[in-house]
């Protein structure tokens, strides 16, 4: 299927690994140009040189910056004026629980995981809709709408960004802009590595054991792959879904148990 969305312009955060390099491989494939953001500059070229050889003709360029400052985010607003794709994804806070959310930890988090994209929509809208063409995509996570307790801080932040972004979308929908949301869990990612060195440590257990573990608690009984997460990331943005907006997508292995 041709996704209508060759020659675009799309910039991904925290794209040098994982979720976000998954996005950017899939919009890659359907010749839409790329940019890769991540704070280390060496990694990122890498990142690129690998999307690269996997997409022959991609165009891939790189950004360092940090999406969690004022100047980072400038940085990326002034090298791109104008993107008809953006993807918002950034690393989450660390598992914990209520003795670790002092302020501090309340405001970084919301700094991460709400603040950093609202204020790229808020650069990056007003153009898409002067244009009549937007895709914007939210990398949240599968427990806005299924809470666990260590992850609440992850949790509460990700979900202020799926409340404001459901109002920016009723807004902008009219212009040929959308808003949707990708909610992961489990996909086979550097994150899920981290996740089973955390089991490893806490239970005494095998790599293979922990790996096994989590995928256990999926309905699907495996880890979502890297490329069915980025491909839904490129159908939402393609011509065809311009009537898909304010949406929650849950890339789950089936997982979730409520109706709605």
């Not at 890498?46 to 100047?71: F, I």
């Not at 993107?83 to 700094?111: F, K, R």
């Not at 801080?153 to 972004?165: H, K, P, Q, V, Y």
């Not at 979308?169 to 996740?195: H, K």
């Amino acid at each position: 299927m041709d996704l209508g969305i060759k020659g675009r312009k799309a910039f991904v955060s925290a794209s040098s690994q994982g979720l976000g390099f998954a996005c950017a491989r899939s919009l890659a494939r359907e010749g839409v140009a790329v940019t890769l953001n991540g704070r280390d500059a060496e990694k990122l070229a890498h990142a690129a040189d690998q999307l690269r050889n996997e997409v022959p003709g991609a165009r891939v360029s790189t950004l360092a910056a940090d999406l969690n400052t004022t100047q980072g985010r400038q940085r990326i607003i002034s090298a791109l004026p104008e993107l008809d794709i953006l993807v918002n994804n950034n690393a989450g806070p660390a598992p914990g629980g209520l003795e670790d959310w002092d302020e501090n930890a309340l405001l970084g988090a919301l700094q991460a995981n709400m603040i950093a994209a609202v204020q790229l929509m808020r650069a990056y809208i007003p153009g898409m809709r002067a244009r009549g063409f937007g895709r914007i995509i939210n990398i949240t996570s599968a427990m806005v709408k299924s809470p666990h307790y260590i992850m609440g801080l992850s949790t509460s932040a990700r979900t202020a960004l799926t409340a404001i972004s459901k109002a920016i979308s009723l807004e902008v929908v009219a212009d040929n802009v959308t808003l949707n949301n990708l909610l992961p869990e489990r996909i086979d990612t550097p994150r899920q590595e981290f996740m089973a060195q955390r089991l490893i440590h806490e239970h005494g257990i095998s790599r293979e054991q922990a790996r096994q573990q989590i995928a256990s608690s999926i309905a699907a009984k495996r880890l979502g792959r890297p490329e069915e997460f980025g491909d839904a990331c490129a159908f939402l943005c393609s011509h065809q879904a311009s009537y898909i907006s304010g949406q929650n997508l849950q890339l789950d292995g089936g997982s979730y148990e409520g109706l709605i």
